[in-house]
T-cell receptor, first 113, second 113 residues
Framework: KAGVTQTPRYLIKTRGQQVTLSCSPI?????VSWYQQTPGQGLQFLFE???????NKGNFPGRFSGRQFSNSRSEMNVSTLELGDSALYLC????????????FGPGTRLTVT | DQQVKQNSPSLSVQEGRISILNCDYT??????FLWYKKYPAEGPTFLIS?????DKNEDGRFTVFLNKSAKHLSLHIVPSQPGDSAVYFC????????????FGSGTRLLVRP
């Protein structure tokens, strides 16, 4: 069974631009969560989607948004990029919403210059 | 507000010895605690979990201990192997409407041959 895939793996953007990251969960998994990892901060929860509905949201500004499609694939969008948005963005999938056993993708490394 | 803390950013142990990674938390309402392992350029991998009603869970070389009165958990790896060298994240979760994984900042373990 294929794992969680994220595209692109690396991205360089300029301040003020917007970016869209994509995540394909493990086949059969219906829940997708997004995390931001920065040095010294660990992984910070962004949001979780289940059956195309946002179930939970972390403490991030409205510039961070996401959506989930009917095939469970998810996208995350960041508008008006700031230098502080440079991070590794990780997507995790699980069979059901609220599952503690999540399977992570390799992440998208976003650099904002 | 760091609800889950890993106060040791790094740990170095000799191969064959015990590795002990520590984690403290502040929210007594957490239902599950988990450990994830992360290699460079890969997403975190679920390692082991423990329910808040237990005080110990063992899986092969990995044992997690939970001390609820001290709001402390630890991961013991015995014996440590060079392949265990990675960043270990402690995480906690509540199984209610606010379900989301809250991660610590990670501890980098180096197992010396």
């Amino acid at each position: 069974k294929a794992g969680v895939t994220q595209t692109p793996r690396y991205l360089i953007k300029t301040r003020g631009q917007q970016v869209t990251l994509s995540c394909s969960p493990i086949s059969g998994h219906r829940s997708v969560s997004w995390y931001q990892q920065t040095p010294g901060q660990g992984l910070q929860f962004l949001f979780e989607y289940f059956s195309e509905t946002q179930r939970n949201k972390g403490n991030f500004p409205g510039r961070f948004s996401g959506r989930q499609f009917s095939n469970s694939r998810s996208e995350m969008n960041v508008s008006t990029l700031e230098l502080g948005d440079s991070a590794l963005y990780l997507c995790a999938s699980s069979l059901l919403a609220g599952s503690y056993e999540q399977y992570f993708g390799p992440g998208t490394r976003l650099t904002v210059t | 507000d760091q609800q889950v803390k890993q106060n040791s950013p790094s740990l170095s142990v000799q191969e064959g010895r015990i590795s002990i990674l520590n984690c403290d938390y502040t929210n007594s309402m957490f239902d599950y605690f988990l450990w994830y392992k992360k290699y460079p350029a890969e997403g975190p991998t679920f390692l082991i979990s423990i329910s808040s009603i237990k005080d110990k869970n063992e899986d092969g070389r990995f044992t997690v201990f939970l001390n609820k009165s001290a709001k402390h958990l630890s991961l013991h790896i015995v014996p440590s192997q060079p392949g265990d060298s990675a960043v270990y994240f402690c995480a906690a979760m509540r199984m209610d409407s606010s379900y989301k994984l809250i991660f610590g900042s990670g501890t980098r373990l180096l197992v010396r041959p």
